[in-house]
């Protein structure tokens, strides 16, 4: 394994029961690199990095953390690992500083160094004066950045971030991601796990998209991008059912696909400037009156909705 | 270390849940202390809380020639120029001011009529030929003893004084007899001097002539007597109960304590801790230990609370400690493997409410039930097949002065239950959590 990659997955299976949760997922990250795993829910991301977290053996496969397999070496995995789970996974009944000590321990540090870790963390997380309030007292934004806090105690070289912006409040998102990039620029890799695509855009270098336990596609953003070539994504609704335009829509001249959902119509076309006029024509064919547009240019969300034929959202 | 890390973070998350130390500490004391307040009156300190019994007097005696008494040698005071004087003057004294207030009536009549109206509760009637009667040799001396008829107690305690008056007079009297058969005639005049003399013979070694005249101390001594016994009594109430509750609730702290790893998995903290750099076996040892230093606590502190709150005896120090780590051991393992079997924490309710509920009432039967023969039958029987009755057999047999030998049988019974829930629960989660 090169020294540059901090993180290297090798044909990752996992399955539980009849339920294939993981396929044959590979993938590499450099360190100090953000590297995102971009995918709806049920994806198979949390199964990904419970296995990378050596919390599930895989059926097959392996993964290198830093050198570490994940089969065979899992203390040393754990030892340069930080995880920050999806869940708030911390001791509500506590107060900050009782969290971050008790974790602290688990991660091996003791007596002075512990305190001062502690304190450093609590500063980095914004919380030392409010350290010793228990954490039931704290909101959802709080939480998240002790959860968070938890992770960095014993300065690992890679970091797994397992949704860590879900259900939170925007201020307390930004504050998130501007962390992250904070523990890239300390040297940090990280392993970010959204179902946000713009997180993913912002945040990443390298972005893998999976969906049902499979990696559709893997790259740098403009390489993502390209898959889809330079389509523009057009939202619509109607004042009638989808189903009377779709199909006259998909015949449209620079329509590539019609996709409805929940009402919506979701256009991909070459120019927007073309096909617009044409749409309009046909919907006033068909006596169908277009209520409101939203044209969005090429993204991520697009690259999925291009290679699952679904909306990243759903 | 690690291991003591995560067992004394279980112990300080359980000991800030209110419910908790409600469950642990509070209920079993307040259950018993329920009972010590219901039965504790009757002790209530070793004193009577009686109220005194309304007395009124009628002494109409009016002595006589044959009773000269120095009345320096007669209980009670100087005044008592006659068998009557004597009597009241007993009557006012202080040790029976606790028990009576007398009051006093220049004749019979109005001594009954108060009686009837209920002003008093006894009426006491010394008749004017008393002392006279009591000094002829053929004399027939009696008191008139007149109750409201629909109180017990408080004529009852007058009654017996009076009766234990009238026995030490019946003394005197015996001298008398003896003395006047041989005498000639003029010496009936010595009668009040043999008086004196008998009173003087067989109270001059005391201090306290009223006690030992009139035993003033009989209703003390059966105070003190009945305390003790009250006491005796109480204890014989509220020891197995206290015991009981101990039991009981040491197996819900260990099996509410083993939820924690249920609790812990649903919280998604324990799969945090398994992505530290901390083996499965520390993780798990460090639950488990806090299972046990939880009990260990609880049992601890009931211990100390029960003896110091009720007065309770828990027996010698070895076997009381052999039968505290019975119910640790037990009611700790038992709680481990309750809970292996748990697929949540909200199947804790049937657990709680079910199982652990049935069998500690069947392991409390002996407890619950009192000393009947029946009770023996059932504590020796029907709660040995649960290990609440193993614990509560160890503590009770602690209790009852038993030497540590004697606990033995009782202890390798609860040391092999521990171990094979402890065997098992472990086995389960270990492979639970593989």
Redesign the interface.
Known sequence: MPNSLAIEVSDLHRSFGDTKAVQGVSFEAEQGEIFSLLGPNGAGKTTTISML???LRPDEGDAYIMGHSIKDDQ?GV??V?G?V?Q????????TAR?NLT??G????L?GADLKKRVDEVLDIIGLSDRAKERVSKYSGGMKRRVNIG?ALLHKPKVIYMDEPTVGIDPQSRRNILDSVVALKDQGMTVLYTTHYMEEAQELSKHIAIMDHGKMIASGTHNELVKLVGQQTRINLTLDVSANLVQDAWESVDGVSQVIAENGTITVLVKDSNESLPLLFESASRHSARITSIDIMEPNLETVFLHLTGRALRD | ??IL?IAL?DM??SF??FFAVVFMFIVPLLVTGMFYFMFGNIADGGEFNLPRTKVIIANLDEGGPKFQVDTDNIPGGESADSMGDLIVSIMESEEMSALIAPTYAESAEIARKAVDSQDAQVAIIIPADFSDEFADIYGKAAIEFYQDPTLTLGPGIMRSIMNRFMDGMSGVKIALTLFLEDAPPEDAALVGQVVQQYLHLSLAQEDDIETELLDVRTPTNAQENKAEQSENLLLSIISPIMGGMMVFYAFFTGSSTAQSILKEEE???L?????????QTTILGGKLLAVFMTVSVQVTVLLIAARLLFNIEWGALPSVILAALGIIFSASSFGIFLNSFLKDSKQGGVLFGGLLTITGMIGMIGALAGDSPVARKLSNSVSLFVPQGWALRGLTQAMSGAEISALLITALVLLAWSTAFFAIGTWRFTKRFA
């Open positions: 977290s050596c919390l203390m754990k030892s690992l995880v789970p869940e708030i996974a911390l001791y509500e009944d506590l009782e008790f974790w321990k688990m991660y091996g003791r938890v | 270390m690690k890390d973070k300080l998350r800030r849940s919280e998604f903290t799969q945090r801790i398994f992505t530290t750099p901390t083996s």
